[in-house]
């Protein structure tokens, strides 16, 4: 029996995924449902789907974020995407979701009818895909080495022969290296291939490797850096696969190597790794990125059998600049309180932003509340320091509570409730200043 096309539904509301089961009711379909945009992404990763019933407004993550995720990762690239929304049906909102990946956007409440009618439509399409995938598999384990190089002409091909020496490249390569065919012929693929590590150091390229794996039968697969000719690096993802020799010739055999620029991929993965990591105002780790480098940190102590220090530290009476001053002074006032936090921190200090005008500090130390009295010190100091923020003088006072780990909690979560309690016991206290946790 075959197995029945998966559709993932993702909305934070638990009466909408009722009445998505209602609808498909009776619909030959293997219905999954998320229930925040994070889970979405577990799933997406774990099983594969035939197509994503995805709601814009959501928690952390809102549809349009989790659509360009999908979109930015290989495995889910391709899924079909229809967004729900009861959103407002202004264009930007909608050009919005077909930038992001969607493939059609249905407004709430949701007509049954169109909506079956237009899932039918595409999970034909998915079945006819993945009938064609699976027919295209077929017919490429049946081709032979010259069929491979003509499927590889879009992009980046070279034959090695089994001294490592190029004997053939095609367009695609010349245009990527940025060397003619004349240059490349003949040429070692260690002289073509002028790699860097992540460092930007120079690499020597592992052509030992690639000749003995592929020699094996087997093939290999990297990612690289490397400068063209012209001295622009290139991102390149490589696959070599050995070349068998024809049974009536006496030539031995070689490699076929496949490669393809990556570098707008990598950019992309990067910066989403920016925006799920750093708070985009300062720049800071932000609240999610914070909870993992906590426990990290712990680990790391518990390991090295030493301490933790950990920060809370609030703006006092942020509220009053954003009001008298404007949202966008308050955005300068917390852009200058992250660098002063960052400066006054030790070089191995972690500092992130909660949100809003809370940030936290970890310090890791065989002697914490000296080093949280050594910091705490510089960063109120710093603090005193009056601030000319487009025209205006303004004092940027801060408040601090110190939690030690694993003295007042070794619980993450309980941590960082002492050093909250402490903080607002150092405004209690007449603000400016700061206060250990004391239970």
Not at 85 to 112: C, H, M, N, W
């Amino acid at each position: 029996m075959s197995q029945l096309p998966a559709i993932l539904v993702v909305d934070d509301q638990q009466h909408n995924l009722v009445a998505m089961e209602a609808i498909f009711d009776g619909e030959p379909v293997d219905l999954v449902m998320a229930t925040s945009g994070q889970e979405a992404l577990r799933l997406l990763l774990q099983r594969e789907f035939s197509l994503v019933l995805l709601d814009v407004q959501m928690p952390n993550l809102d549809g349009f974020e989790v659509a360009e995720i999908m979109r930015s990762n290989a495995r889910t690239e391709n899924v079909p995407i229809i967004f729900l929304t009861a959103l407002s049906k202004e264009q930007r909102y909608i050009f919005r979701g077909y930038e992001s990946g969607a493939v059609d956007y249905l407004f709430k409440p949701i007509e049954p009818v169109i909506l079956r009618s237009k899932v039918r439509v595409f999970l034909e399409l998915d079945r006819k895909s993945r009938n064609l995938r699976e027919s295209l598999r077929l017919l490429q384990q049946e081709r032979d080495n010259n069929q491979m190089l003509l499927r590889s002409l879009g992009e980046g091909l070279l034959g090695i022969t089994q001294s490592g020496n190029i004997f053939y490249a095609n367009p695609a390569a010349e245009k990527l290296l940025g060397h003619s065919q004349n240059d490349l012929i003949g040429s070692r693929l260690t002289e073509i291939f002028v790699l860097f590590d992540e460092s930007g150091q120079q690499a020597e390229w592992p052509l030992a490797d690639l000749l003995n794996t592929c020699a094996r039968g087997e093939s290999l697969q990297r990612d690289d850096l490397f400068m063209r000719r012209d001295g622009e690096e290139v991102a390149i993802e490589i696959t070599a696969n050995p070349l068998q020799s024809h049974p009536d010739s006496n030539s031995p055999p070689g490699v076929l190597v496949v490669f393809r620029d990556v570098s707008s991929r990598r950019h992309r993965e990067k910066a989403l790794v920016l925006k799920t990591q750093f708070d985009s105002l300062t720049g800071l780790y932000n609240r999610a990125e914070f909870e993992l480098l906590l426990r990290s940190h712990i680990a790391e102590a518990n390991r090295n059998k030493s301490s933790i220090a950990l920060l809370y530290v609030d703006l006092d009476r942020f509220k009053e600049i954003n009001d008298t001053c404007g949202h966008h002074v308050g955005d300068e006032v917390l852009r200058v309180a992250a660098k002063r936090l960052s400066d006054s921190g030790r070089e191995a200090d972690m500092v992130a932003r909660l949100g809003g005008d809370e940030f936290v500090m970890i310090l890791e130390s065989r002697e914490p509340r000296r080093a949280a009295s050594l910091v705490s010190g510089k960063v109120l100091q710093a603090f005193a320091r009056v601030s000319d923020i487009e025209g205006s003088k303004i004092q940027i006072g801060c408040s601090i509570g110190i939690a030690i780990y694993p003295d007042d909690s070794t619980d993450p979560d309980e941590l960082v409730k002492c050093a909250d309690k402490a903080m607002y016991q150092a405004k209690a206290a007449g603000r400016s200043n700061s206060r250990f946790y004391r239970g």
